[in-house]
């Protein structure tokens, strides 16, 4: 069982159509990394996987279930990290991370909390309000709470957006180890370096549909992704 599937997946706001149509399928513990220009209809693909968004016409299936019927399971089962972050200014980094841990009713909560923070390179943060963090620590405090229920299937919205090039590359080497531990990454990013360097396979969405899937072999190999991007993407029609 593939853990996302979209099928003939339409959505739209009363009369303006944003996803028109999307096919997409992500395999088990493969990271696919979502392309498109601003508006494509990205993150609105995401809310869909989430069951933030009820399709107008087509399937959706995550980790087997319907996201608009199983919402509170998938929440449990499925580490998101949006596109804004949801962590509350006045608490602090420690606390935060403690409190999606206790959420998803671990508890190792102390030990699993010094953990997340190693791997997001925030030990040195941990007593300070997430309000107060940078934009690039902030992301990364989003990426320890999608961590925190051990999800199988992980939905990443610009996970390395505002990151300083060092963070970048740490939290590739972080993504690249999840998928060796068989977790299946979905992530939207600008940078198609990230695409490059990170992904199975590239799915580009260009006004409202998925119109490339394939490996960066298919898209032309390395250093070509920019050139197929820009063939197909953001073309005036
Ligand atoms: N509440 C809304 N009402 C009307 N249109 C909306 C609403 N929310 C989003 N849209 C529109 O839907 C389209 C797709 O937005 P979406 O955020 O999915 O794009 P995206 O590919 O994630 O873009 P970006 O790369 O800029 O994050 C945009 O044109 C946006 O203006």
């Given at each position: 069982m593939n853990p996302i599937t979209c099928a003939g997946v339409h959505f739209g706001y009363r009369h303006a159509p944003?996803?028109?149509g999307v096919d997409l399928a992500v395999r088990p513990g493969e990271l696919v990394a979502l392309l498109g220009t601003n508006g494509a209809g990205k993150t609105t693909t995401m809310d869909l996987l989430l069951g933030q968004r009820r399709p107008d016409a087509g399937t959706i299936r995550v980790l087997g279930r319907d996201p608009c019927a199983d919402r509170r399971r998938l929440t449990a089962e499925v580490g998101v990290l949006p596109q804004e972050s949801g962590c509350a200014?006045?608490?602090t980094v420690a606390e935060t991370v403690r409190l999606w841990l206790r959420l998803h009713g671990r508890r190792d909560v102390h030990r699993a909390t010094a953990a997340l923070l190693t791997e997001v390179e925030l030990t040195h943060r941990a007593?300070?309000?997430?309000?107060?963090?940078s934009g690039g620590e902030r992301r990364r405090l989003d990426l320890a709470v999608a961590l925190t229920g051990r999800p199988r299937l992980l939905l990443l919205d610009e996970?390395?957006?505002?990151?300083?090039p060092q963070s970048r590359a740490h939290t590739w080497a972080l993504l690249r180890a999840l998928r060796e531990q068989g977790v299946t990454i979905l992530l939207t990013t600008h940078y198609l370096e990230e695409a490059e360097a990170l992904a199975d396979r590239i799915a580009i969405m260009d006004a409202g549909r998925v119109v490339f899937t394939g490996t960066l072999d298919e898209a032309g190999g390395p250093g070509s992704l920019a050139t197929t991007f820009h063939r197909i993407a953001g073309q005036p029609r």
């Open positions: 944003v996803v028109r200014p006045g608490l007593d300070l309000r997430a309000g107060r963090l996970p390395t957006t505002g990151l300083d």
